[in-house]
């Protein structure tokens, strides 16, 4: 396996990166970016605090919503958390998503994290997003179409 095989079939992006957690900063339901998992199946979020001032990481939670301006976003159930320990720079905090937890039936399949903390002055912090397990077949670096499990299975 060439080294840069370890990420095929994954999409990473930046969901914040110094980001002001504490008050009217905060990553709400109502940023802008939402992420679509149309064509993944899983998700990771990777949370990394940078730096505090007496600030604790309250809110991790993920939406919901029908297109990439967030139309009808609700919260998905079952991924709203509170750690209460996450307070100091270089604690890290990951969240994984499974998209079948998606409402798919009434056309939801974008979503986007909320971050918030309270309790200081400063809390400034990383967001990773890796999206995985493709649900399609997609052509390697080396040009070699790959073949997942679930095209092996339609094609018997």
């Not at 957690?21 to 199946?41: D, E, F, Q, R, V």
């Not at 919503?65 to 604690?91: E, H, M, R």
């Not at 998606?102 to 974008?110: H, K």
Request: hydrophobic share 40%; net charge neutral; with cysteine.
């Amino acid at each position: 396996m060439n080294s840069h095989s370890l990420l095929e079939g994954a999409m990473v992006d930046f969901v914040c990166k110094a980001l002001n957690i504490h008050a009217t900063n905060s990553l709400a339901a109502g940023a802008t970016t939402w992420y679509s998992m149309m064509y993944w199946k899983h998700a990771s979020f990777v949370i990394e605090l940078t730096t505090t001032t007496g600030d604790t990481l309250n809110v991790v939670k993920l939406w919901q919503a029908t297109d990439s301006s967030g139309t009808g976003n609700k919260a998905i159930t079952g991924y709203q958390f509170a750690p209460t320990t996450t307070t100091v720079a270089g604690d890290k905090v990951t969240l994984e998503f499974d998209a079948s937890q998606l409402d798919w039936a009434n056309g939801f399949c974008w979503i986007r994290p909320e971050i918030r903390a309270s309790g200081g002055s400063v809390g400034t912090c990383n967001c990773v997003l890796i999206r995985s397990q493709p649900r399609y077949s997609y052509r390697s670096r080396s040009g070699a179409k790959v073949r997942l499990p679930q095209d092996l299975d339609a094609a018997s």
